[in-house]
């Protein structure tokens, strides 16, 4: 069951804001990711459940407990929330169908600061800052309609490092959704 905590929806939820590691203030830019930036093998999000992507060794190199705290499905989004083994940080990934890269600002939500374009093991995409959020989000496009997102929060002041962390979530899903 999906509740208000989510909004206008997990789509908007899931699109990605990037937070925690946001550019100092005052210096917002929106560069928008290229629509060209298509992967160029898709990788079929519609029929996974976020819960069930990631391998159990990825637990472990990402320092999170196995068992989600939070599992949500709806129709064009899942969205699976783990907490780190010390509790000071939480991990979310949202798997999102329907909706592409290119479209990761409107989906976004909040108060964007700034869009930042990567890659993530060879796929493109995009880092959304947020004004004043504790949160580093990285949406990935796997399709031209689907892409993912890799989400780090902070729990307590002890948290690690946010978008390294959401990274390497991100790169643990391209590695598991590859096979």
Known sequence: MIGPRFGLGL????????????????SATLASPSASAAPQKSLDLAARDACGVLPSAAF??????????ERLMGPTATRCEWRTIDGHARLALVLNYGVGLEDI??????????????????????????????TCRIGVGVAPTQLFSAEASELSADAPPLCPLAEALAEEVVSALRG
Do not use: F
Not at 12 to 25: D, K
Not at 60 to 69: F, I
Not at 108 to 127: D, H, N, S
């Open 11 to 26: 789509v908007v939820l899931t699109a990605l804001g990037v937070t925690g590691c946001s550019a100092p203030a005052g």
């Open 60 to 69: 472990s190199t990402l320092g999170v407990a196995p068992d989600p705290v």
């Open 105 to 134: 600002e409107l989906v976004a939500g909040g108060a964007v600061e700034e869009l930042t374009p990567m890659t993530v093991a060879g796929l493109p995409a995009t880092r959304v800052d947020h004004v004043d959020s504790p």
